[in-house]
């Protein structure tokens, strides 16, 4: 079935500890982003990738980091995490016109 | 920048009742409009979208009309179902297909 699978579906993270997201699509999409939702606040855009490659700061990059080994892929690792990082995390994907925006499921993240 | 300004909610309505939800936005250029809808526990889905000035994007009963002059793209459907109660996102795209902006949602619950 062609779409955004994530994982893990929702963890609990010690403060400090390292943490992967994972994100991968099956549509060949060339764009990819990461989204984080708060109550309130919406889905704010944390970082993308246009291409295999290359990867750009979104709103609140702050605490991640991404790499796009290739066009499937785009995890997002958290270096150390921190509460503030309490949140669900959103990958997408889309064509080169934006129009494609296809959603995964989300990973609920809690760090205590 | 761009930005999508939502009315607040909840909003709590009766079942068969008429929904609105007031979207606005302030974008350079020609941007594209979406409505996307979460349901509990779920990603994003694409609802509608309109691509330029007077499009009227309609699915599964809503529409919105693409409001250049008001830079609004209000969200309706005629006859509410319990099934509706999600969360709608308006969101804009700016013409070079970058920069998707998200409003920070509305929540809808219908009662029987």
């Known amino acids: 079935i062609a779409g955004i699978t994530q994982a893990p579906t929702s963890q609990i993270l010690a403060a400090g500890r390292r943490m992967t997201l994972r994100c991968t699509q099956d549509m060949r999409h060339n764009a990819m982003y990461w989204y984080r939702q708060d109550l309130g606040l919406g889905l704010r855009l944390i970082h993308y990738?246009?291409?295999?490659?290359?990867?750009g700061k979104g709103e609140v990059p702050d605490g991640y980091s991404v790499s796009r080994a290739n066009t499937d892929d785009f995890p997002l690792t958290l270096a150390s995490a921190v509460p503030s990082q309490t949140s669900v995390y959103f990958c997408?994907?889309?064509?080169?016109?934006?129009?494609?925006?296809?959603f995964g499921s989300g990973t609920r993240l809690t760090v205590v | 920048g761009n930005s999508v300004t939502q009315m607040e909610g909840p909003v709590t309505l009766s079942e068969e009742a008429f929904l609105t939800i007031n979207c606005t936005y302030t974008a350079t250029g020609y941007p594209s409009l979406f409505w996307y809808v979460q349901y509990p526990g779920e990603g994003l889905q694409l609802l509608l979208k309109?691509?330029?000035?007077?499009d009227k994007g309609s699915n599964k009963g809503f529409e919105a009309t693409y409001r250049k002059e008001t830079t609004s793209f209000h969200l309706e459907k005629g006859s509410v179902q319990v099934s509706d109660s999600a969360v709608y996102f308006c969101a804009l795209i700016d013409n070079y297909g970058q920069n998707f902006v998200f409003g920070p949602g509305t929540r809808l619950s219908v009662l029987p």
């Open positions: 997408a994907s889309s064509d080169e016109q934006g129009y494609g925006y296809t």
């Open positions: 990738s246009n291409t295999a490659g290359t990867t």
């Open positions: 309109a691509t330029k000035a007077d």
